[in-house]
């Protein structure tokens, strides 16, 4: 439960970061097909628009990352880090021209493996 549970306190801590000092992080999020996109591919997944996108991703990315690590600790590192480097990369490469955010991607991730 560590390494899931600290993955969301962070998303949180990102989302309470944003909300304290009035600040708004999207222009780190994916924007498909371009060379300033690029960087939301590691950012994105720590972004949201507002705290029901958050807790929407938080409950499912904590279940499924326990789960992950129960069942396969092993290989659950790997797991984690390609599902989460992928579904940036998938959206960038294939998304709408619209800017993307949130962790979506690596919940559909964790659930699909």
Not at 4 to 11: K, T
Not at 36 to 58: C, E, K, M, Q, V
Not at 88 to 101: K, T
Request: charged share 10%; proline share 4%; glycine share 8%.
């Amino acid at each position: 439960m560590f390494f899931p549970g600290y993955f969301v306190a962070i998303l949180w801590m990102v989302k309470l970061t944003e909300i304290i000092f009035d600040q708004d992080f999207s222009s780190y999020s994916i924007y498909p097909r371009t060379i300033s996109g690029l960087a939301g591919i590691f950012f994105t997944p720590f972004l949201h628009a507002n705290l029901d996108h958050l807790i929407s991703n938080s409950i499912p990315l904590f279940l499924l990352g326990c789960a992950l690590f129960y069942f396969y600790r092993s290989l659950a590192y790997h797991i984690y880090f390609w599902v989460y480097l992928l579904s940036g990369i998938g959206n960038w490469i294939i998304a709408r021209e619209s800017y993307h955010i949130g962790a979506s991607g690596m919940v559909y991730g964790f659930a699909s493996f």
